[in-house]
């Protein structure tokens, strides 16, 4: 038999404001556990929620890029469970009046575009976080963490409109790509500011009922949701193959063993109880509103790269790599103004400044070259001062120390020989040593012609400007 797969992803963001969706305390990542809270995100009796203007915008914002209608009227309601990192006993959510509904988002997959329905945007807060104490075992402890708990998140739940693997991590990184252009959400997944569970059945090709499907959760890389869905369909393909059946559950991926595994099921899933939040009256929101965020949502990765192509006259391989992340191509363009020769300056940031970041594991906005710096190394390569070789010494000198690219050629005495009195000499000098060679060169051999420039080249340690070197040395034989 023939199996279609029909994914499903739920999304959660936690927004980029500075402070909590209900309360005052810090959004802030990593600091002392427990020093980020107060009565409102510890859960006391009798304390108040408040709700936070900006998680709202924020969320509006992200509604409205991605399609979605925002409603008139949404409601908060208390999603109830015991669980050590939730003191209140419920999580204040959105459940029957979400934010927004009826979005979608076109996605390049599979060499077309796809588009993918979403069904609602939501926002909550996020629960705090347990920390299992090394070896905790044989220690038996755990440590609750509060600074998360009441952290705002958007929760983005997708139609089951996903064909494969594949199609969910294009998605996934789609919807990433367009929430960090947005500063809704740093993107960050290893730290958790974005996660991802994701629903999967299979059915008969061509059936147009839904499978039973499962839920997995846990999946904190772009790497584990591909591997975790695909052992998935692996795993129920074969389960109906052998007569079998999938069975509606929770499963979690496990990394050190490439599987999934059952973590609970239909039977033992939580009935949360939802019910209207009383703390929080219904939230109407003004259309003239939304209208003002609209007019505020920032150029997004699909127009940027249209209009790089234009403006810049770059292919689009490149302004697609260069608009990855929006502070990526913003230095593109700070560069690119100053040095305007606009493929010369995406050369260098697709090879040289791409390649050391990622040697470095560091972000753009970290690179110890700003774009005036890459500026004038570019400069100083184009008016001929130093050689493209030396440019990428001088590159890498600038990366670990920070210095301008003058300061560092001036030092070093970096200056291309540009001299043609100077450059006879020492190609008189070359020449002089490899007869059999000029031999060579006189029975049309390019190879040897190389050769000569090379030694030129090793005598000056780079320095000579390679086209005065070709012509000396063409003149000369
Ligand atoms: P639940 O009530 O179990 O949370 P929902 O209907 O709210 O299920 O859907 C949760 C997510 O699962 C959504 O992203 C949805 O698209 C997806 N989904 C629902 N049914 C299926 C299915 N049969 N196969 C794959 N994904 C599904
Ligand atoms: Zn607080
Ligand atoms: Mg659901």
Redesign the pocket.
């Known amino acids: 038999m023939n199996y279609e797969t029909?994914?499903?992803?739920?999304i959660h963001a936690q927004v980029l404001t500075i402070s909590k969706i209900f309360c005052n305390c810090s959004t802030g990542f990593g600091a002392v556990p427990n020093s980020q809270t107060c009565p409102v995100c510890l859960g006391y009796p009798g304390v108040l929620p408040v709700l936070n203007r900006k998680v709202v915008e924020f969320a509006v914002k992200a509604a409205l890029v991605i399609n979605c209608r925002i409603n008139k009227e949404c409601r908060f309601a208390r999603k109830n469970y015991f669980y050590p990192d939730l003191p209140k006993a419920y999580q204040i959510s959105q459940y029957e009046a979400p934010l927004a509904e009826h979005g979608f988002i076109e996605i390049f997959t599979n060499e077309h575009e796809k588009r993918i329905g979403i069904?609602r945007l939501h926002m909550e807060e996020d629960a705090g976080k347990l920390v299992h104490a090394e070896g905790y075992v044989s220690s038996n402890k755990s440590y609750v963490d509060f600074n998360r708990t009441g952290v705002p998140l958007i929760e983005i739940?997708?139609?089951?409109d996903l064909g494969s693997p594949q199609e969910a991590r294009d998605y996934l990184q789609k919807l990433r790509n367009i929430l960090q252009y947005l500063e809704v959400c740093d993107g960050n997944m290893e730290e958790g500011s974005l996660r991802c569970d994701a629903?999967?059945?299979i059915r008969p090709a061509g059936s147009q009922n839904?499978?039973?499907?499962t839920?997995l959760k846990n999946l904190n890389s772009f790497r584990f949701i591909q591997k975790a869905l695909e052992y998935e369909v692996q795993r129920q393909s074969a389960l109906i193959e052998a007569g079998g059946e999938v069975v509606q559950e929770t499963r979690l991926w496990d990394p050190e063993q490439n599987k999934t595994v059952s973590m609970r099921s239909k039977e033992e899933a939580h009935d949360y109880r939802y019910f209207p939040d009383p703390d929080l009256v219904p939230l109407a929101i003004d259309p003239e509103w939304v209208e003002t965020i609209r007019s505020t949502l920032p150029e997004l990765p699909e127009a940027k790269i249209t209009r790089f192509v234009q403006q810049y006259q770059i292919p689009r391989y490149d302004a697609e790599v260069l608009s990855v992340t929006r502070s990526l191509a913003d230095y593109y363009e700070e560069c690119a103004a100053l040095f305007p020769k606009p493929k010369i300056v995406s050369n260098w940031m697709m090879g040289e400044i791409l390649r050391e970041l990622k040697n470095r594991n560091i972000d753009i906005t970290e690179c110890p070259l700003n774009p005036k710096a890459l500026a004038g190394l570019l400069k100083m390569m184009d008016q001929g001062i130093i050689s493209s070789k030396i440019a990428k010494c001088v590159f890498d000198e600038m990366f670990t120390t920070g210095k301008s690219a003058e300061q560092i050629v001036q030092q070093k005495g970096l200056t291309q020989i540009s001299n043609e009195e100077e450059l006879e000499e020492i190609i008189d000098r070359v020449l002089a040593e490899n007869p059999v060679v000029i031999e060579e060169v006189k029975k049309g051999k390019n190879k040897a012609l190389g050769f000569l420039v090379g030694q030129v080249m090793k005598l000056t340690s780079g320095k000579a400007n390679p086209a005065l070197v070709n012509k000396i040395l063409k003149k000369k034989l």
């Open positions: 029909v994914i499903g992803l739920e069904t739940v997708s139609e089951p629903n999967v059945s839904l499978g039973t499907k839920e």
